[in-house]
């Protein structure tokens, strides 16, 4: 891996040199080793991805070179750091100072909790400037502006005197890149730089980075989990696992003929679009769950005597129905309602409109009325450690259900909780302990467990798997799948994963700003989209093929401004669905 | 923004007179009889009954309340029982003292409480943050009497740098300052420590070092503006401590403010000095916490004043 055999493009100038990096985290237990002799070069204008689920130590290593390990607790316990004549490692605070951002900047996963609330986007783009001395204190200002332009931020002027707050997440990425940027470094690294973007944004996001990257031949670093953004991005990958190199190759040879078992197990884990096997038609016809009309609208108050003055129409006018044995996707970005159905469902936001579960209508019944119905409906989130109390033992967390509802007590009570363990697949042996003994995709299999206790006929999965690795990610949709086959279960699947939604869903509701904008079977929504929103999302989905180019995405001039608040007595023209085919309903235009 | 303003004063107003409600339902039930302080011990039961029939003690409560608000709305809050004046005078010639001291306390407070907090959240878990936390948890814990007594015995009797007591000069002002102040730089320097840590590991403090700022810089800028903003909340509410450590500071360092003639007044049930003295601190509180509420949004713009 080392050496110029497989440098990628550029000028073949070395820039960053590792050898053995070696990285120990102090445990209660002792030092543990989370990177392991890592080694490789990185060449001026080339892109290395660092790639692995968690817990590979591919974070560690890029703090590592920023000289940002968390102190005390991580240290490098061997190796080197070189860039040209410097060795980095051993660096004091002080000399480091000196290579952050100016030879090396970075940016992270979250760029809201990354940015400063309470200084505009000004004053944290000219701080950078001016510590390192890129320009004078007058000139700054305007230095700003043109990087803010560079990014291709809209409005760049006024952008300038606004707070992060203000931003999206996509504006808010760019500011991030623009402040890395700022002194035009030789390395940029990428920690998860678009993981909690919207995924059309994701692909604005890179398709900058590499744009900036060939303007300035910067080097970059990607740090990330996701194959799809390996292959578009990466000249060549290293494949990390607990620290260690498990594979480490040209991006082309890695993903046409990986040569370790797990890069291959983790390749073929990754969900593709259009590479879901056809799905048998569901056999009931009886719908459980039945929608119409619905609508979910939340007040924002103010003025003198603290009125409505605006709602946010953040559910407009929904109606679907899902079927026994069925699994409904509702797809859409951040923001666009998707979520609110799901807690409408269970009455834990207020709607208007009807929802009918099992046949009968839950439309002004008290919540003792609805108590019997809730039983046939339960939730999956997205956060398993978020959703699990961390006090109680899993055991009784998943039988909670059952004492609520009054269904059963004492022994029925443990014999039902070890039924249910196994069911999800985990040794009842488990049952005593508490949620952090156990790894992300096992809590979420608890999580499993208790929708699975009071025998419902609907789960909500609410970005169920989207926290997982893949390889988890892949067991856990194995395990749903599973219990639809054996037990008849239907699933409201919510999600803005493309892919997965591809390999679960039977029908597909596409949703933007609380509206549908297309609906139907899979096949006919993700293979023949044919509403623009639909088909901008799937273009954005990241190929994980490094030799199939993604297409560039459709035009979406005005989209990202729309917003879902309205003025009192006003509310979003309602979307006109037309037929299409069989089932298959688009908006005409966009609305 | 001045709509919000307009509400947020009509909202105190209403809690103003709720107070005003509760005291004098409070004061009307305390078993002690103020006609009978006024006339002695000696007096008969015929005098007492007058001096009540002269206040108007007799009549129900409802009347003596609301002859009390329709005397408030007009500026007036009533006569002292024993001091032959108007509670309000009474109030204003003594009230310059007591916000001098309140400001100057809570000045002392937050320098003191802040430093500590901030120089122990970046010595965390070292044997300066230990110290630091020993000395805010006495603060905390000792009794302002005794805080007070033992800053006069060592200051002024021992050393003689401050006056015993009494007011006039910045030197008089010291001592009761940080005996008042010393109670609550033992919370400031508990909650901006814990504050400054939680800052110092979000992600923004990664990003100012990743852009290899400063220490100084990285602390000044971008940690402590954003620890501060869960304190300037408690400041607001931290008026109402005051008030009952006036009570006592002033009587310890004979500061003519108005807990000394709280202190009085309490002891001779001289209702209407009482609930004049009620009015004026629980005016203060609402005040504190409007002027907090008001400023929060000038350094946290997400906070928006609707």
Request: aromatic content about 6%.
């Amino acid at each position: 891996m080392s050496g110029a055999e497989d440098i990628g493009p550029g000028d073949g100038r070395l820039v960053l040199t590792v050898r053995d990096l070696t990285i120990q985290v102090a445990t209660e237990t002792g030092a543990t080793t989370v990177l392991d002799a890592l080694s490789f070069d990185l060449v001026r204008g080339e892109t290395l991805a660092l790639a692995g689920e968690s817990g590979s130590g591919k974070s560690m290593t890029a703090l590592a070179i920023m000289g940002l390990l968390p102190q005390p607790m991580a240290r490098i316990a061997q190796g080197s750091i070189r860039m040209g004549d410097t060795e980095l490692t051993g660096l004091g605070e002080r000399g480091y100072r000196k290579v952050r951002s100016n030879r090396i900047a970075m940016i992270f996963q979250e760029p809201m909790t990354s940015l400063n609330p309470l200084m505009t986007v000004e004053r944290q783009i000219c701080e950078v400037l001016l510590e390192h001395g890129v320009c004078a204190r007058g000139a700054a200002s305007k230095r700003a502006l043109r990087l803010l332009q560079d990014v291709r931020l809209t409005e760049p002027e006024r952008r300038l005197s606004q707070y992060p707050h203000e931003l999206s997440g996509g504006m808010r990425q760019r500011v991030m890149i623009a402040m890395a940027l700022a002194c035009d470094p030789e390395i940029l690294i990428a920690d998860e730089p678009t993981t909690a973007l919207d995924v059309t944004v994701q692909a604005e996001i890179l398709d900058l980075i590499r744009t900036l990257q060939a303007e300035h031949g910067t080097a970059l670093l990607m740090i990330t989990h996701d194959m799809g953004v390996v292959a578009e991005m990466a000249d060549r990958v290293i494949v990390l696992r607990d620290g260690k190199v498990e594979e480490s190759a040209p991006v082309r040879e890695l993903f046409a003929a990986p040569r370790s078992d797990y890069a291959r197990a983790l390749l073929a884990a990754v969900p593709q679009l259009g590479a879901a096997p056809d799905r048998p038609a569901p056999s009931g016809a009886r719908k459980v769950i039945e929608v119409d009309d619905l609508s979910v609208r939340f007040d924002i108050s103010g003025g003198l005597f603290n009125r409505t003055v605006a709602r946010v129409h953040a559910v407009e006018g929904i109606s679907f129905y899902i079927r026994e044995r069925e699994t409904l996707a509702l797809v859409g970005e951040s923001g666009c309602g998707k979520s609110t159905i799901g807690k409408a469902l269970l009455g834990l936001v207020p709607w208007e409109g009807s929802i009918r579960i099992g046949g009968v209508q839950t439309r002004g019944r008290s919540r003792a009325a609805m108590r019997p119905l809730l039983r046939d409906i339960q939730m999956v989130f997205q956060d398993p450690g978020a959703s699990l109390d961390a006090r109680m033992s899993v055991g009784e967390q998943v039988v909670e259900p059952l004492r609520v509802h009054g269904l059963a007590s004492g022994s029925e009570l443990a014999d039902r909780a070890e039924w249910l363990f196994r069911r999800v697949g985990l040794s009842p042996d488990m049952l005593s302990r508490y949620p952090h003994e156990f790894s992300g995709g096992q809590r979420q299999r608890v999580c499993v467990a208790r929708a699975l206790s009071l025998s419902p006929k609907v789960i909500v999965a609410d970005e169920s798997v989207s926290a997982l690795d893949v390889s988890v990610q892949a067991q856990v949709l194995d395990l749903l799948q599973e219990l639809q086959e054996e037990d008849g279960l239907s699933y409201l699947f919510i999600s803005h994963d493309m892919a997965v939604i591809d390999q679960v869903a039977d029908r597909v509701v596409v949703m933007r700003l609380g509206e549908v904008v297309e609906e139907g079977p899979r096949d006919a929504v993700l293979r023949d989209p044919r509403h623009p929103y639909t088909r901008r999302l799937l273009a954005a989905v990241p190929v994980p093929d490094p030799t199939r180019q993604r297409p560039p995405l459709p035009d979406a001039a005005g989209i990202e401004e729309d917003s879902p608040i309205f003025a009192v007595g006003s509310g979003p023209a309602r979307v006109e669905l037309h037929d299409m085919s069989q089932g298959h309903r688009a908006a005409l235009t966009a609305p | 923004m001045w709509a919000y303003l307009l509400r947020r004063l009509f909202e105190s107003a209403l809690i103003l007179l709720g107070i005003t409600f509760v005291t004098f339902v409070l004061l009307y039930l305390v078993p002690a009889d103020p006609a009978r302080q006024i006339a002695g011990r000696s007096a008969t039961a015929a005098t007492v009954e007058n001096i009540r029939d002269q206040l108007g003690l007799n009549d129900p409560l409802v009347v003596q309340y609301w002859r009390y608000l329709t005397g408030l709305a007009q500026g007036d809050m009533g006569r002292s029982y024993l001091q032959r004046a108007e509670v309000s005078s009474l109030i204003a010639a003594r009230l310059p003292a007591s916000l001098l001291l309140m400001v100057s306390a809570i000045v002392t407070e937050l320098i003191i409480g802040l430093t500590i907090g901030v120089v122990a959240a970046l010595r965390r878990n070292r044997p300066v943050d230990h110290s630091l936390m020993i000395f805010s948890f006495v603060a905390i814990s000792a009794p302002q009497f005794v805080i007070g007594i033992l800053l006069l015995y060592v200051f002024a009797v021992q050393l003689g740098w401050f006056p015993i007591g009494g007011y006039g000069t910045f030197a008089h002002l010291v001592l009761p300052s940080v005996t008042l102040g010393l109670l609550g730089a033992g919370w400031y320097s508990r909650m901006m420590r814990s504050s400054m840590i939680e800052v110092l590991n979000q992600d923004l403090v990664r990003t100012a070092r990743a852009k290899g700022l400063s220490k100084l810089r990285i602390v000044t800028r971008h940690v402590m503006p954003n620890a501060i903003l869960p304190i300037i909340a408690m400041i607001g509410i931290d008026i109402g401590l005051f008030m009952s450590g006036i009570v006592v500071v002033e009587s310890v360092f004979g500061w003519p403010g108005i807990g000394q003639l709280a202190w009085q007044a309490i002891q001779r049930v001289d209702i209407p000095v009482i609930m004049g003295v009620t009015m004026v601190s629980a005016t203060a509180i609402v005040l504190g916490n409007l002027l907090a509420d008001l400023v929060a949004p000038l350094i946290d713009p997400r906070i928006k004043t609707k």
